[in-house]
């Protein structure tokens, strides 16, 4: 069973570019974490008239359950190509739950150099952190079962769906 | 458990089981021949690899995924490239690396292969990769660890020799793009050649257009053809319109059964020069896995020229072995 949360993702977006601008101070690079938030990435990347061009990550190569599950197939290639040293990073992704996708895109962000601060953008923050991680910009929390996921459908038309378990 | 069936091949050799590499539910377990592997595992090898790549372009040329393994390069034969790209992808992966070369320690002193590997599986090795001047032995071995040790063939005898012949198809991919559009040529000592043997088995495997044998009759073993391949003994037939050619090694210390009348004949008939290679295509790429012998199986205008992509296969070697093992070693507790 799925079904399509009645939120405009758009609606999401203008509040997190309008919570946003304030950092463009900075001069940040937006780094966006495969699938969904490369594709969030891009928009506030051109939403927030940012020149530079949009980093992304797919973090397969740096997960903790890589001994568990294993390599996933799909993996993408990541793609930084801007010097990261001593630069204020914007890192987007689509959903924050435990905590350790973002972890993994730390530690692989520190293998391509010394950032000046990394703040953490996301469209929907649900419970179940298992690590002391937490958005600095946020679209919206939604509270759901342990065993429901939300998941962002794009690129086009993007749209949040609520599914049961895993299937 | 070990149930696999042997099967003889037409090089009267052993072929590897189609169950041993695999666990039971089909993730890749040990790498010991391209024979009996599916079409999506060698695809899923040259994927996986092409993500490798880019790391080593960075500044920090190290991934996290195989932290806390241990990996034992344990080569009962002498190898220079093969043993030191092994290391660095296994470094890359942050692997801890043992490097051992038994012929000069404790074999010399009576031990036996399986009690070689028993005592430094009781280390808590995770995976052994192995070359051995005798066909089978990977296999054997394979056959012989528990569940969580795994066996990588490095070479075996005149049978295996799977990670080459991956980084070649590899290198074939890049350069020349999808294999069903290609003709390839694999030249020289094909008879001794476990990198033949294994090129031929991955050519086919991933549906190359055509595969073309050239050698002089005393080094092509008999029924080659059954094995899907056209054989020449005529270099400029066999070069003719191919897109690819994949030189041997003349194995020197092979041919003390008068296989060639002389190396300066050998070199006239079947070296590759910049008149010989005239007859494949006008792009095509030139391949051989070193040690190169200049002047033997090829000329150094050719080996070093503008064709050549010797060296890319070195390179590309390490992805391809940083591939295979974070495959096997990834995802253990569930497979």
Redesign the interface.
Same mark, same amino acid.
């Given at each position: 069973m799925t079904k399509k949360i009645d939120v405009e993702v758009s609606t999401l977006l203008d509040k997190l570019v309008t919570d946003i601008t304030p950092l463009l101070a900075t001069n940040p690079i937006i780094i966006g974490i495969h699938t969904g938030g490369s594709w969030l990435a891009d928009i506030l990347h051109d939403r927030l008239g940012i020149t530079e061009p949009c980093g992304s990550l797919d973090i397969s190569f740096y997960r903790d359950d890589f001994s568990r599950i294993g390599l996933n197939p799909q993996v993408k290639a990541s793609h930084l190509p801007m010097d990261i040293s001593n630069r204020h990073i914007l890192l987007v992704d689509d959903v924050l739950q435990t905590g350790r996708t973002i972890r993994a895109a730390m530690n692989e962000i520190f293998d391509y150099g010394r950032p000046a601060s990394i703040r953490l953008c996301v469209l929907v923050e649900r419970k179940g952190h298992e690590l002391p991680i937490q958005a600095d910009y946020c679209g919206m929390s939604l509270e759901l079962r342990p065993d429901q996921q939300v998941k962002l459908c794009g690129p086009e038309n993007m749209s949040l769906i609520i599914g049961d378990s895993k299937s | 458990m070990w149930s696999g069936k042997h099967v003889i091949d037409h090089w009267g050799q052993q072929v590897v089981s189609q169950n041993i590499q695999y666990t039971g539910n089909g =993730?890749l377990r040990h790498f010991l021949s391209i024979d009996g592997l599916r079409k999506e595992t060698l695809e899923?090898i040259l994927?996986?690899a092409? =993500?490798f790549t880019?790391f080593g372009q960075?500044?920090?040329k =190290?991934?996290? /995924?195989l932290r806390g393994h241990t990996v034992v390069n344990l080569f009962f034969e002498n190898s220079s490239r093969t043993r030191t790209t092994f290391e660095i992808a296994a470094k890359r992966l942050s692997a801890d690396v043992i490097n051992l070369n038994p012929t000069t320690s404790s074999t010399s002193k009576g031990e036996t292969l399986l009690d070689t590997v028993n005592i430094l599986e009781a280390m808590h090795t995770d995976l052994f990769v192995i070359r051995h001047a005798k066909s089978g032995v990977a296999e054997l071995i394979a056959a012989h660890v528990p569940d969580h040790v795994h066996i990588i063939n490095a070479g075996d005898g005149q049978h295996a020799h799977p990670t080459q012949a991956m980084l070649d198809m590899f290198t074939i991919q890049q350069y020349k793009g999808p294999f069903h559009k290609l003709r390839v040529a694999i030249v020289g000592d094909i008879l001794h050649s476990r990198v033949a043997r294994s090129q031929i088995h991955a050519l086919n495997t991933l549906g190359a257009h055509e595969i073309r044998v050239v050698a002089p009759n005393s080094l092509l073993p008999a029924q080659i053809e059954r094995l899907g391949v056209h054989s020449y003994t005529d270099l400029s037939q066999g070069l003719d319109g191919v897109d690819v050619v994949m030189m041997l090694r003349l194995q020197k210390e092979r041919m003390h059964n008068a296989y060639l009348p002389s190396e300066q004949e050998y070199f006239n008939l079947y070296g590759l020069t910049t008149e010989s290679l005239a007859a494949a295509a006008d792009d095509a790429i030139v391949m051989h896995p070193g040690p190169i012998n200049r002047g033997l199986e090829i000329s150094s205008e050719v080996a070093d020229g503008p064709r050549s992509v010797i060296l890319p296969q070195v390179t590309n070697g390490i992805a391809i072995r940083m591939a295979v093992m974070?495959?096997i /070693? *990834? *995802?253990?507790?569930? *497979?």
């Open positions: - | =993730k899923q994927v996986t092409e =993500k880019q960075r500044d920090i =190290k991934l996290p /995924l974070a495959m /070693l *990834g *995802g253990e507790s569930n *497979g």
